[in-house]
C-alpha cells in the first residue's frame, strides 16, 4: 500500500548498531498520504497532518486571574492603607464595563475581562471593608498583579502545533482553547499481525504437549494499538513456507506493514525468511542489540514488512527499535528520540562491546534520596515475568563494558516506548 522499493531495507553495514538501524528506517520510510478531519474528541493519540496557526491569542482578552477588587495602578497605596469605593462589578462571562472611574475599585471574578483603565486586582484576602463600605487596600501590591494579558499565553498567527506531532491530551486542550472544533490528522496506519511456529496455538484453544501458548501476537496487537494503528489479526502461520508466503502476500495487498514473529532465525525451521524471499524482497539484519537477534526486514509488492525474534522480551526489545519508528515514520510522525532518563545502578553488570543491550530494571528510592535501578534477577529472553515485574529498561550503549553500583545509567521506563 504505501509502495516502498524492493531495496528500501538493503544497504548498511552488516551489522547495524540500533542508531543506524532507526536512521535506515527514518531515512527509507516514507508517510502514508491520505490525511482524514477528525472531531477533537477523537484526536488524542493521533497525528497532526498541517501545522495549528493559533487564529486568536490566548487568553482571548485581559481578564483577572483571582477573585478581588481591580484598580487601576495609578491609586496603588504605597506605604499605608488606602481605602477606595466600590465603582461596579464584573463577573466571569459577563461584558467588560466602562471605563474605571479613577480612585475607585471595581468588584472582579476570576476569568472576568478587566474594565478599560484598571490594569492591577487585589486578591480579596488582602483587602477588607471599612465602616463607609469602602475597599481598604494594603500597600506593596505591584503595577500588573495578578491580571492575565491577553496573547502572553499565545500570540495569534504562531504555530502552536507542528505538523507530525502525536497529539495528546494537553495537545488537544489548546486545540480547544483555541476554537477548533476538529483537526486534520494522517489516516491510522493498518497493521497486519501474525504469530509463526508449529508450536504455537492460540490461548483457548487446545494444546498438544510441546506446544505453547501465542505471546507475542497479543503483546504486538496490543502495542501497536497503542500507537493508533488499525490492526488486523492474521493469527498463527505454520512452520510451512509456502503457506507462510501465500499468507504474507495476501495480507500485502490492504496493509502497510505487516508484523510477524519467529522463524527469522537461520534454522531449516525458520520458514519466514524462505517464505518472504518467494514473494518479496527480504534483508536480515543483524542488529547489535540484546536482546534480540536477527530481524527480518522486507518488502511485498511495496508494502513493508518486519520479522521480529520469537523470543518474547526480544521481540518487544526489538519491537520498540525496529516497528516503533517504522510505524511512526508511515505515519507521518516526528520521530522524537526517547531519552533514557539518567538513574543510579544498584547492580553489577558486564557486557560484551560493540552493541547495546537492554537490562529490565525495578527502581527503588535508596535511602539518600536517589532513584535507583535494579537489574531483574531472571534475564533469559524467553522470560516474560521479566517484563511483568519491572518498570522498564537500563540502556548500556555500545560502549560500555561494566556497570558497578553506583554508576548512573539511562533508564527508560515502559511508558516511554508506547
Ligand atoms: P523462533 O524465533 O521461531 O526460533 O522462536 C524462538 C522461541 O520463541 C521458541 O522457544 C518459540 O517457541 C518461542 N516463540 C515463538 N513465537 C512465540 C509466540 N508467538 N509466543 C510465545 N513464544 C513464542
Ligand atoms: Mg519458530
Redesign the pocket.
Known sequence: MTQLSNDCFASGPPVLSVDEAVMLIATRVGAVAGVETVPLRRADGRVLAADLVAPLPLPLFTNSAVDGYAVASADLPATEDRALPLGGRVAAGAMALPPLAPGHVVRIFTGAPLPVGADTVFMQEDTRIDAEGRVVLPPGLHPGANVRIAGEDVAAGNVVLKAGVRLRPQDVALAAALGQSDLAVRRRIRVAVA???D??VSPGAPRGPAQ?F????FMLMALLERLGCEVVDLGIMPDDRRRVADGLKAAAAGHDLIVT?????A?EE?HVRAGIESVGRLVLWRMAIKPGRPVAMGVIDGTALIGL????VASFVTYAHVVRPTVLSLAGAIQTRTVAMPVRAAFTHRKKPGRREYVRAQLRRAADGVVEAIMFHRDGA?MLSSLVETDGLVELGDDVLEVVPGDTVGFLTYADLD
Do not use: H, I, K, L
Not at 501465542?214 to 501476537?217: E, L
Open positions: 504469530s509463526t511456529g508450536e504455537v505453547v501465542d505471546a507475542n501476537r514473529s519467529g522463524g527469522v532465525s534454522g525458520d525474534p520469537g523470543n518474547p524467553g
